[in-house]
Structures are given as structure tokens and as C-alpha cells.
């Protein structure tokens, strides 16, 4: 069936998921993952999982309790540990909120919020050179692409480059990249009053984190958010980059 794992795939992620030390056995851990991302790239409903991955439950279920352990986020870190630290580059790409993802009080604190496209959400993200992603993040759709540019640059490593549009040119960021040992090439805004360091031919790579976000949004769970939970939507996206990963991994091998 389309969109499930390969034999390299199994293999790469088998190790990273949690074991279950008693009581009765789970139900087949690659059904189960194969039914995720099965909701995942067809953006279906978990109800009209067929029933080739098992009850829709299941896989639901399992894909819940792994995020509140913290699974999705440490398998993408153990992947990304292996990312092109020399340049890295960080943005962020609106997503509309489904109608059925908004049925939740207080949106705000499910980062979703009011801009000119409606309710909305902001995936923001830093990806090595290859345009591999390192860290992703959400916030609501109106905050200012700077708000968690402090979180995600805070592993930046000494003697990286850091590449971002000059949404992103804030004293305190080229602070922060000076402090890491790295070097910002940030285009200046109009009303910067200083000279600042900027090549415009390195910038040209910045292209790629731009790529990133159409990778992951061919993922039809990532391109709309259906979630009302913030934690199932980031996890759907952590699920995503976590797709690219292995799947560069195996044309590699």
C-alpha cells in the first residue's frame, strides 16, 4: 500500500521506539507506524484508516501516547544529529486551520491565531545546507517570525553560518549568532541605520529552506491542520521531517 515504510526504513527506525516490558504484547509496531503515515500523507481522517493497519484506535492511540512520551521529538533528534552544521538556515511558512481544527476554546493556547488568511497556524523551522530540518517549531499564525528564533538557534554551533531573510534582523539575533561562534548573513531591513556584514551571494542558499516547506506540506496532514491539539499538529510535522530523513538516508546507502 502507497506511503508505507521500506525494509531500510523499518530498520533505521525500529531501534528508536519505545519497548513494552509486560503485560499484553503490542500490536505490530510497523502496522501501526505504516497507518500514521498513511494519515499522515493522505491527510484522511483517522476514522477512514483502512483496515489493512488495524483498528483506526490503535493507531491513533499509539500515535498519541509515543508524543506525550516524547518519541517523535527524540527520533528527529537522533536524525538530525547527523545535519550539515556549517550552514543553517531558519524560517517559518503559514498553515490554515481546518474547520474542523478549530472547534477548541482558546485557540491561542493550541497555537492558533487570527491573520489576514483566517485562523491560522506558523511552522517555524531551521534546516542544515541540504535543506534537511534540525529543529521544528509552532506557533500561532500572526506571531512575529522572530518569536522563537531564541529556542530554535540556541544549539547553533561555532563557526556555522546562519542564513535568514531580514524578517530576522534583530540586534539580538546577530547577538546570539556572535555569542554561538556564528555568523549571521542576514539582509538589512530599510531602516537599519548601521553598515552590517551581508553577502548576497551566499544568501542565494537560503532557497533551500524554502524547499523544506514544500517537502513536508506534499504531507496532506501538514499542508491543512485538521488537529485541534497543537501537540498532534507539531507531531504530524515532526513525523514528516522525520519521513525526509529516512528516506535520504536509504537513497544514500
Known amino acids: 500500500m502507497r506511503y508505507e515504510l521500506t525494509d531500510y526504513e523499518w530498520t533505521a527506525i525500529k531501534p528508536m521506539l519505545p519497548n513494552k516490558p509486560r503485560g499484553i504484547p503490542w500490536v505490530n509496531d510497523r502496522r501501526v507506524l505504516n497507518g500514521i503515515f498513511w494519515v499522515l500523507r493522505s491527510g484522511a481522517p483517522w476514522r477512514d484508516l483502512p483496515e489493512a493497519f488495524g483498528p483506526y484506535t490503535t493507531c491513533y492511540n499509539r500515535f498519541v501516547r509515543w508524543r506525550r512520551a516524547g518519541v517523535w521529538g527524540r527520533i528527529i533528534d537522533a536524525l538530525a544529529a547527523a545535519h550539515d552544521s556549517a550552514i543553517q538556515m531558519i524560517d517559518t511558512s503559514i498553515v490554515r486551520v481546518h474547520q474542523h481544527g478549530a472547534c477548541i476554546t482558546r485557540n491561542r493556547r493550541q497555537s492558533m491565531g487570527r491573520s489576514r488568511g483566517g485562523l491560522t497556524s506558523k511552522i517555524h523551522a531551521v534546516v542544515d545546507s541540504n535543506g534537511l530540518p534540525v529543529r521544528p517549531a509552532l506557533s500561532p499564525g500572526e506571531a512575529h517570525d522572530v518569536r522563537l528564533a531564541g529556542k530554535l538557534l540556541s544549539r547553533l554551533k561555532s563557526g556555522s553560518m546562519l542564513l535568514a531573510d531580514r524578517g530576522y534582523d534583530a540586534d539580538w539575533i546577530r547577538e546570539l549568532a556572535m555569542k554561538k561562534g556564528a555568523w549571521a548573513?542576514?539582509?538589512?531591513?530599510?531602516?537599519?541605520?548601521?553598515?552590517?556584514?551581508?553577502?548576497?551571494?551566499?544568501?542565494?542558499?537560503?532557497?533551500?529552506?524554502?524547499?523544506?516547506?514544500?517537502?513536508?506540506?506534499?504531507?496532506?496532514?501538514?499542508?491543512?491542520?485538521?488537529?485541534?491539539?497543537?501537540?498532534?499538529?507539531?507531531?504530524?510535522?515532526?513525523?514528516?521531517?522525520?519521513r525526509i530523513w529516512l528516506r535520504l538516508n536509504e537513497s544514500a546507502s
Open 185 to 242: 548573513n542576514i539582509p538589512p531591513k530599510s531602516n537599519r541605520s548601521g553598515p552590517i556584514c551581508f553577502s548576497p551571494y551566499l544568501y542565494r542558499a537560503r532557497n533551500h529552506v524554502e524547499r523544506f516547506f514544500n517537502r513536508i506540506k506534499q504531507c496532506r496532514r501538514v499542508a491543512t491542520r485538521y488537529d485541534r491539539l497543537g501537540a498532534n499538529y507539531l507531531a504530524f510535522v515532526q513525523l514528516a521531517s522525520i
